[in-house]
């Protein structure tokens, strides 16, 4: 699995996607797009605090080490990485409290956009750009 390193360059490189909406004045025109590359942004970023902490608590009682998502499956008991991240999330408050929410609804946000057909224009990139920003500057928190 990718180093943490890898994580960030693959963050940064979604932002670029982002960005080049923006600079097109088509965020809201392509708000399904912005709203998931923002999720997998986010993922990315979550993927490299899992690589730099690599233990974990995973279900209130029993603590696991490994460097990424796919690393917590058995423990969990799940195969979906991101049922094991969001869980990975939730049990580890003191390292994740500032960005459960925000990565929480892009999450949703993200399947709403992929599977539900929204509506385009719409405005969800605004609140992905939000949520995005707070998991980034948490990222740095996390990581400093």
Not at 74 to 102: C, M, Q, W
Request: one cysteine or more; hydrophobic letters at 35%; charged letters at 25%.
């Amino acid at each position: 699995m990718p180093e943490a390193s890898k994580h960030l360059k693959q963050s940064y490189h979604n932002e670029e996607i982002l960005s080049l909406f923006s600079e097109n004045k088509k965020e809201a025109y392509f708000s399904d797009w912005y709203v998931t590359i923002a999720f997998y942004t986010s993922l990315h970023f979550v993927e490299a605090i899992i690589f730099n902490k690599g233990k974990f608590n995973v279900n209130k009682t029993m603590w696991v080490q490994g460097h990424h998502s796919s690393d917590f499956k058995a423990a969990i008991g799940k195969t979906s990485e991101h049922v094991v991240r969001t869980t990975l999330i939730y049990f580890n408050p003191d390292i994740f409290d500032e960005i459960s929410k925000p990565y929480g609804t892009l999450y949703e946000m993200s399947r709403v956009a992929r599977y539900d057909c929204h509506d385009t224009p719409c405005n969800d990139y605004v609140d992905a750009e939000v949520c995005l920003s707070e998991i980034k500057r948490s990222y740095k928190k996390i990581t400093k």
